[in-house]
């Protein structure tokens, strides 16, 4: 069974980094497309960054230019790189694991807690 653990959250100030990082099962991140997730309460998931199986990223204007998305198929795991924090970056992030963007389907991970304060 895949399984993904996230880590790298926490409490961080306004202008602050933090980067997540997103562990997979050997042999399994580097033939799958990748999706970095945010969610507030009341709110839907969003897709902030996604990275595919051939590296090609994308972002959602919110992160463009602060944030970064990679992967390193030879440690199973993904990162997402968050620079310039502002407090509205809140959320709690999970990375998904999936065949193709845009897919049905996929894994989660459980989800790492990021709060900017001042």
């Known amino acids: 069974q895949v399984q993904l653990v996230e880590s790298g959250g926490g409490l961080v100030q306004i202008g602050g980094s933090l980067r997540l990082s997103c562990a997979a099962s050997?042999?399994?991140?580097?033939?799958?497309?990748i999706g970095w997730y945010r969610q507030v309460p009341g709110k839907e998931r969003e897709l902030v960054a996604s990275?595919?199986?051939?590296?090609?990223?994308d972002y959602a204007d919110s992160a463009k230019g602060r944030f970064t998305i990679s992967r390193d198929n030879t440690k199973n795991t993904a990162y997402l790189q968050m620079n310039s924090l502002k407090p509205e970056d809140t959320a709690v992030y999970y990375c998904?694991?999936?065949?193709?963007?845009?897919?049905?389907?996929?894994?989660w991970g459980q989800g790492t807690q990021v709060t900017v304060s001042s």
């Open positions: 998904h694991l999936v065949a193709r963007l845009g897919a049905p389907g996929g894994v």
């Open positions: 050997p042999r399994i991140l580097s033939v799958n497309d």
């Open positions: 990275i595919t199986s051939f590296g090609s990223t």
